[in-house]
């Protein structure tokens, strides 16, 4: 997902910056209901400013038409599954700090204007703290492992799929 956005904070245009604003609003609008009927009933704006509302707020911002998203592939996750799932979008909070940092310091150097509501709700990674210690709380084995990394790629496969990127097939687990 990195290497889709490289560079994005030296597009002067704000094509790429539209582009991840975009995805994250699609992919929020898929996902959290998901999450929230889920097993875990992981709400992924709890304790922070709400991502999803953020992303909403950015995307009228910067005149962005919300584009039906394709289906999520698991409507209906297991425990382990929605686990899988949360890791991916909770874990996205770990760039989120940096991204701000880097386009607070293009406005201040470039006097750009982005909005950045939404990488300023995600920049808490308290959410993705607690997730991963109810991770380790739960008891497992090996084909409940395999169904939390099958379902945390296929929601990388969906990510990268609401931004045009066709998705690869990976060996890594």
């Not at 030296?10 to 790429?16: I, P, S």
């Not at 991840?20 to 709400?43: C, T």
């Not at 995307?59 to 592939?73: G, Q």
């Not at 084995?141 to 945390?152: F, N, Q, S």
Request: aromatic share 8%; proline share 6%.
């Amino acid at each position: 997902m990195d290497a889709l956005f490289d560079g994005m904070f030296n597009d002067a245009t704000g094509a790429q910056y539209k582009r991840f604003i975009a995805m994250n609003l699609a992919a929020h609008e898929a996902i959290e209901p998901v999450l929230a009927q889920s097993p875990i009933g992981l709400r992924v704006d709890e304790g922070d400013a709400g991502r999803l509302d953020a992303a909403r707020r950015d995307a009228a911002e910067l005149r962005i038409e919300a584009a039906p998203a394709p289906e999520f592939p698991l409507p209906r996750p297991d425990l382990f599954e929605a686990f899988g799932i949360g890791y991916v979008l909770e874990g996205s909070r770990l760039g989120a700090k940096y991204m701000s940092r880097a386009i607070k310091r293009d406005r201040d150097v470039n006097g750009g204007s982005w909005p950045t509501a939404y990488l300023e709700a995600s920049s808490d990674a308290r959410p993705f703290t607690r997730l991963l210690d109810r991770m380790a709380a739960e008891p497992s084995d090996e084909a409940d492992i395999r169904r939390a990394v099958a379902a945390a790629d296929a929601t990388f496969r969906y990510f990268r799929t609401l931004c045009g990127d066709e998705p690869r097939r990976t060996n890594r687990v």
